[in-house]
Structure formats: structure tokens, C-alpha cells
């Protein structure tokens, strides 16, 4: 038997004004798609907005449905549109930002696991890495500086 370490490495900035210029615009992208969810059954609302390479922004919000998996996140409604609306470009950068209702979320939220899962499949599509900025509904944002960071061990069409 042999052990392996698992590490992940991400940069935090203190706010947003920490960021670059691109990126805060791009974050404040991500916090108007937030204000357009559709969330009454969690009241938690997320956006998230992608630039890509041919300079396109693209954004979505979260959309529920009274059929909980009939739902779709943030991340998914964006990097789907993306996909289909401009399926040979490549995406260079998300953001996201998440709020709830009922109490401030200061913590950077990273995306799900469904998530993680769609934007590892457009990394290997593009053969290329996504930033990604992450973020409560204020305070600290996460830069990861591709999804194997919040993902190491990806399933993706190798293994099928």
C-alpha cells in the first residue's frame, strides 16, 4: 500500500477591490446574474459569469423548480449557454458569488459537485485551464487557478 497527499492551492484576497480591474468587473457581472435568480425554495441565489476568449461575457443565475432536481445551478445555466452559444471558444475565467436570505454569506462559496464535475468536462474539452474567483455575497474571494483544485480526481471520457 502506498499513500498519496492530496494538496490544493488557492490565492484569497480580502475583497473585492483586491482584485484585478477584469476581474472585479467580471465578479460584478456574476452579482447581477445573482440578482435575477429564481430561488423560493432556498433562498440561496448564485451567479456566475464567464469571459471567454473571443472576449464574450457570458452570465447565469440559479433556477429552481418546485422538483428539486428539475433545478439548475448558477455555474451550469452559464458554462451550458456558453457551450451551446459559442461552442468553439474557450473559456479563460468564471466568477461566482452567492448569497442567502436570511444570513451574510462572508465566505468564499465554492461551486457543488455537479458543478465541479461540468466545468472539469469543458477544461478537457479546451485542453486548457479556467480560473475560477469565488465568493460569498461579500468579504474574502478564492482564486483557484483551475478546477483540479477544488477537484483533483476528475471522471471525465478517458475512463469511459
Known amino acids: 500500500m502506498k499513500k498519496i497527499t492530496v494538496e490544493s492551492t488557492l490565492e484569497v484576497y480580502d475583497s473585492l477591490n483586491e482584485l484585478p480591474s ?42 429552481e423548480n418546485a422538483s428539486y432536481p428539475s433545478g439548475l445551478c448558477a455555474e451550469r445555466t452559464a458554462i451550458y449557454y456558453a457551450g451551446a452559444r459559442f461552442p468553439n471558444e474557450k473559456i479563460i475565467r468564471m466568477a461566482i458569488t452567492a448569497s442567502a436570505k436570511d444570513k451574510e454569506t462572508k465566505s468564499p462559496i465554492p461551486p457543488c459537485g455537479a458543478c465541479r464535475q461540468a466545468i472539469s468536462e469543458y477544461e478537457v474539452k479546451q485542453n486548457s485551464a479556467i480560473e475560477i474567483y469565488f465568493m460569498g455575497k461579500v468579504g474574502k474571494v478564492a482564486k483557484s487557478d483551475s478546477l483540479s483544485n477544488l477537484l483533483p480526481f476528475i471522471f471525465d471520457k478517458t475512463v469511459l
Do not use: C, H, W
Open 22 to 63: 477584469d476581474v472585479q468587473e467580471l465578479m460584478q457581472k456574476a452579482v447581477e446574474a445573482r440578482d435575477t435568480a429564481y430561488a423560493p425554495y432556498s433562498n440561496f441565489t448564485v451567479g456566475a459569469a464567464l469571459l471567454l476568449d473571443n472576449g464574450e461575457i457570458v452570465s447565469g443565475s440559479n433556477q
